[in-house]
């Protein structure tokens, strides 16, 4: 953690002058704001979604309507967090190359806007400002992170 500007923050830790733009697989995990819980249940390890969780769901399903060169692997919504591993593909158009944080980005404004507007609560914050990500760089990180995935639910609250 480092002060800056007479407020403690903490460091990124992402990877130092690594492009999020090049092609691979990313695992990211998103926090709702609080970590309040309002996007799922978990009821004998199983989710149950709640409305905004099935928005946050549809959303990221979305994504690869709204950016050509990715495409979504495995995700799950829990009640207070959402992780998933995004594929992002070579461009072979000459539009921009988008990177993780716009993929990010885009999920949390397209299902908060959605969130609030069915909740009237307009502007509300629903996720917290920052993400977590990591690069997979094997075939066995990619079946690891796949099998975590998968077994979060059952592994609420241990």
């Known amino acids: 953690m480092t002060l800056f500007r007479n407020k403690?923050?903490?460091?990124?830790?992402?990877?130092?002058?690594y492009d999020y733009s090049s092609p691979g697989k990313y695992f990211i995990t998103i926090c709702t704001k609080n970590r309040e819980r309002i996007l799922s249940g978990i009821v004998n390890g199983c989710v149950s979604l709640s409305?905004?969780?099935?928005?946050?769901r549809d959303c990221f399903l979305d994504l690869p309507n709204h950016y050509g060169n990715i495409e979504i692997d495995e995700f799950i919504v829990m009640p207070d967090h959402?992780?998933?591993?995004?594929?992002?593909?070579?461009?072979?158009n000459p539009e921009k190359q988008h990177g993780l944080s716009e993929f990010?980005?885009?999920?949390?404004?397209?299902?908060?806007?959605?969130?609030n507007e069915i909740n009237g609560t307009a502007g509300k914050q629903i996720w917290?400002?920052?993400?977590y990500d990591s690069i997979i760089r094997s075939d066995d990180e990619l079946f690891?992170?796949?099998?975590?995935?998968?077994d979060n639910p059952k592994n609420w609250g241990k």
Do not use: M, W
Request: zero cysteines; charged letters at 35%; glycine letters at 4%.
């Open 8 to 17: 403690y923050r903490i460091e990124s830790t992402r990877l130092p002058k």
């Open 104 to 115: 990010v980005r885009a999920l949390k404004s397209f299902s908060a806007r959605k969130i």
């Open 51 to 56: 409305e905004e969780g099935k928005i946050v």
């Open 144 to 150: 690891r992170i796949r099998t975590y995935i998968r």
């Open 82 to 92: 959402f992780h998933g591993i995004i594929e992002i593909k070579d461009n072979q």
């Open 128 to 131: 917290q400002s920052r993400f």
